[in-house]
């Protein structure tokens, strides 16, 4: 199961670990795609609900497994 984490936490995360992105951008993306989580949206591959924290990142809605294929979420995150 995936690790919730804050959209805000995530950002810092992901700002830390890489570069080019801008915070504000990176912020409206994990949100926007949060929110179409939380209305339904569905991986384009199988169907599964998305990846809200991976699906911002890429800019496709896609399920983790879909995303990585890898089916252990474990030690992954999820922006709540």
Not at 25 to 51: F, H, S, Y
């Amino acid at each position: 199961m995936l690790n919730p984490i804050s959209v805000e936490k995530f950002a810092d995360m992901v700002m830390e670990n890489n570069k080019g992105y801008r915070k504000k951008d990176l912020l409206r993306d994990l949100r926007n795609t949060l929110e179409e989580k939380k209305n339904g949206a569905k991986c384009m591959v199988c169907g599964a609900p998305i990846w809200a924290a991976g699906s911002a990142i890429t800019g496709t809605n896609l399920c983790f497994t879909c995303t990585t294929g890898e089916a252990d979420d474990s030690e992954d995150y999820e922006i709540e």
